[in-house]
């Protein structure tokens, strides 16, 4: 296929009704291929989906076709396709009797159990140990885990516009079309814009209003409720490759994103994002993202992955196919690559989610910005743990240690008790509070935080609750007062407790 020849939407409709009657989504595949092969596709290895589609079911036709990008006989395909209308629009080719697919068709789950299709470029559906192995200048690429993850992170509130910035094959767009009212989808590569179009079309899903251009300048001064991206951030040295280079020198277009995005957000807006940043000699990674913050807006950075400059060249080596070029050229371009840390101080490379939302609170000079380092499990999606983030540094923002003291607390949702000590010992070592949903965080805490969240069930203020822990404890109540709103804000922020709304204080005298 020409990279300038893409099928035409006129008979999606019409194409989307045969892959469904054929069972061509993902609860299909899963049942078809079982779990195993449907696994290693996943990982872009085709040989146990070979050996499962032996037969001449439309479906076993239809996962040769598009997904394992193999030749079937034309009578195969007419029995699985509307096959004029899909010559005609450009979906296949016929070479020699044989019906090829031009493009990759791959079902897709959605969150709420939709049967969505995403169309990209042939052999770049993501997931492969060697890669994409691509240096096609205009390629798009499918779904990966990338593009999973910002998927699964986003929140999902109804709003009235959303911009999917960067769109590529339009995973994003069609998540965002689900809840935004209005959906605004942009790429310098107008090839991103057309597949992001068939994407759509072919999902059942409403047309989103489709700009070329970079970064925001498609959009002009316009702002949004929601802003998403999963931007080309490697770091490499002369961005060869536009679908993950982005044409700008070490972390440049992802602090442009990030800056740029304040003055497009609506009060109450999120803009979300995965990035890459440099580690830099001399340089607290935290300071470095927490200076790519806009005015105006509250910030939650998650660094989920540190790789050092060699892991990290070797990984986006394999992936263009450069370790398959021969052992001299890997070797030049491995050398630039290293070449290019060195000159900027680069010592390892981070990445993560970044969250900005716009509020009040931050325009008025106190923002909360929250820089942290978590590589451990979480349980996605996490897009409703995002807006409880900000809904907690929002409170916690209003609240001194008196007002702390007066709030009514329940425990969290699936927290649990741990402790730790030698066996058979009378007392604990230390005793850890951990969560089972949501980022999953586990702290540590004393006998007098433990005890207090124990109990928080919402009936009585925190400094009641302190009160009777200090009388069992024989503590001072005054001292355990003061010493203890500092635990409790901490349980509040990493979501341990949980603030009772509009709850009366009852902290009158006595």
Request: with cysteine; hydrophobic share 40%.
């Amino acid at each position: 296929m020409s990279k300038t020849s893409l099928p035409a939407p006129d008979h999606t409709a019409g194409l989307r009704e045969a892959l469904l009657a054929a069972a061509f989504t993902a609860d299909g595949l899963l049942d078809r291929l079982g779990a195993a092969a449907y696994a290693a596709l996943a990982r872009s290895e085709t040989v146990p989906a070979l050996r499962a589609t032996r037969g001449v079911s439309p479906l076993d036709t239809l996962v040769r076709l598009f997904l394992l990008q193999r030749p079937v006989p034309q009578e195969q395909a007419r029995a699985a396709l509307p096959l004029e209308e899909c010559v005609q629009d450009g979906w296949v080719s016929v070479e020699d009797g044989l019906i090829r697919a031009t493009v990759d068709v791959r079902p897709y789950g959605g969150p709420d159990g939709e049967d969505w299709f995403i169309v990209s470029d042939l052999g770049c559906a993501v997931g492969g140990a060697g890669g994409i192995g691509s240096h096609e200048e205009g390629v798009v690429l499918g779904v990966g885990g990338a593009s999973t993850t910002l998927a699964s992170i986003t929140v999902r509130t109804p709003v009235a516009s959303a911009l999917d910035l960067g769109t590529g094959s339009g995973i994003q767009a069609l998540h965002a079309a689900q809840h935004a009212t209005r959906v605004t989808a942009t790429d310098l590569n107008p090839r991103a814009l057309e597949f992001t179009r068939l994407t759509l079309a072919l999902s059942g899903a409403a047309p989103a209003d489709l700009r070329e251009g970079s970064l925001f300048e498609p959009v002009g001064t316009e702002t949004f409720d929601l802003i998403v991206s999963n931007p080309p951030f490697v770091i490499s040295p002369g961005a060869r490759l536009t679908y993950r280079d982005g044409g700008m020198g070490g972390d440049d277009l992802c602090r442009a994103l990030v800056q740029q995005a304040g003055s497009h957000l609506n009060e109450g807006g999120y803009a979300q994002f995965l990035a890459n940043w440099q580690h830099v000699e001399g340089e607290e990674w935290q300071d470095r993202l927490r200076s790519w913050v806009p005015a105006g807006c509250d910030a939650w950075i998650v660094q989920r992955e540190v790789q050092d400059v060699t892991q990290y060249a070797e990984l986006w080596l394999r992936d263009s196919g450069d370790h398959r070029g021969g052992p001299e050229v890997y070797a030049e371009r491995y050398e630039a690559w290293l070449d290019e840390f060195e000159a900027r101080g680069t010592t390892s490379v981070g990445f993560g989610w970044i969250t900005l939302r716009r509020s009040a609170a931050a325009a008025a000079g106190n923002p909360s910005i929250v820089v942290e380092e978590w590589p451990h499990a979480v349980q996605q999606p996490l897009g409703r743990a995002v807006e409880e983030h900000f809904a907690r540094q929002d409170y916690l923002r209003e609240q001194d240690d008196a007002a702390l003291l007066a709030g009514h607390f329940t425990l969290a949702a699936e927290v649990v008790q741990e402790q730790v000590g030698l066996p058979g010992a009378e007392d604990p070592e230390h005793v850890v509070l951990r969560q089972h949903r949501g980022m999953m965080r586990a702290t540590k805490v004393d006998a007098v935080a433990a005890g207090f969240a124990g109990v928080c069930d919402g009936s009585l203020p925190a400094g009641r609750i302190l009160d009777a822990i200090a009388q069992l404890m024989s503590e001072d109540p005054v001292l355990l007062r003061d010493r203890t709103p500092q635990a409790i804000r901490l349980l509040v922020e990493e979501g341990f407790l949980e603030p009772v709304p509009g709850a009366a204080s009852g902290e009158g005298p006595g």
